[in-house]
């Protein structure tokens, strides 16, 4: 049973930057692992942002790309740097597991098995 929680979140200006991190604990290794984030805005639907594979290839939504890097390291800590913040980031940013094959793809993370309680992040204009 994976467990996650996540970190890093706060208020921000826009044009700043910020880290999250998702300390992941029981997340057993196989092929088809996936780790992911999505967010989801205040009144909005949750949508998915980022996925890293077990090999680490990413992959980005669109709405992110260029501004928003995934990563983990060997103890399974996920990472999210996001650059260039606007007000349209500010949502509640959840990191998310998951190992069915098929699943690795950004749209797919709001659904995916295991998720933590999330973190805050507010930008203002």
């Known amino acids: 049973q994976a467990q996650l929680v996540e970190s890093g979140g706060g208020s921000v200006q826009a044009g700043g930057s910020l880290s999250l991190s998702c300390a992941a604990s029981?997340?057993?290794?196989?092929?088809?692992?996936?780790m992911g984030w999505f967010r989801q805005p205040p009144g909005k639907e949750r949508e998915g942002v980022a996925v890293?594979?077990?090999?680490?290839?990413t992959m980005y939504d669109d709405s992110v790309k260029g501004r928003f890097t995934i990563s983990k390291d060997n103890a399974n800590t996920l990472y999210l740097h996001i650059n260039s913040l606007k007000p349209e980031d500010t949502a509640r940013y959840y990191c998310?597991?998951?190992?069915?094959?098929?699943?690795?793809?950004?749209?797919?993370?709001?659904?995916?098995?295991?998720r933590g309680q999330g973190t805050q992040v507010t930008v203002s204009s």
């Open positions: 029981g997340v057993t290794d196989s092929e088809t692992l996936c």
């Open positions: 890293i594979g077990r090999t680490g290839i």
């Open positions: 998310a597991v998951d190992f069915r094959a098929g699943y690795c793809i950004p749209r797919r993370v709001p659904s995916f098995t295991y």
